[in-house]
């Protein structure tokens, strides 16, 4: 299991940008694909983009290409989400997940099955 712990939400007015953060430790060997994804009140829960631990490949929903980046730390077990030029309707709880299937494939495709606490992002008008 692979224990994720994300940081860096706050509240920003619309334009600004966030980095958030999130740190991985436990059987960390098996992760293949990272994802961020986010919740908004009373919505579903939705992709955002992922990331691919031996390439570095990334993905993004077309709502935030352009705008938000995915990268890696491998060093430090830790992925980043740059979200740039932040809109109203980027405010959600954004989660970090883990793919530990430790089988190499299409990372948006993948089923998460380690979840981080969340972290708010509030972006106001």
């Known amino acids: 299991q692979v224990q994720l712990v994300e940081s860096g939400g706050g509240l920003v007015q619309a334009g600004a940008s966030l980095r958030l953060s999130c740190a991985a430790s436990?059987?960390?060997?098996?992760?293949?694909?990272s994802g961020w994804f986010r919740q908004a009140p009373g919505k579903e829960r939705e992709l955002v983009g992922t990331?691919?631990?031996?390439?570095?490949?990334?993905y993004y929903v077309d709502s935030v290409k352009g705008r938000f980046t995915i990268s890696r730390d491998n060093a430090k077990n830790t992925v980043y989400l740059q979200m740039n030029s932040l809109k109203p309707e980027d405010t959600a709880v954004y989660y970090c997940?883990?793919?530990?299937?430790?089988?190499?494939?299409?990372?948006?495709?993948?089923?998460?099955?380690?979840w981080g606490q969340g972290t708010q992002v509030t972006v106001s008008s």
């Open positions: 436990g059987r960390t060997s098996s992760t293949r694909c």
């Open positions: 990331i691919a631990w031996s390439n570095g490949y990334t």
């Open positions: 997940a883990a793919d530990n299937s430790g089988v190499t494939g299409i990372c948006r495709y993948k089923k998460y099955t380690d």
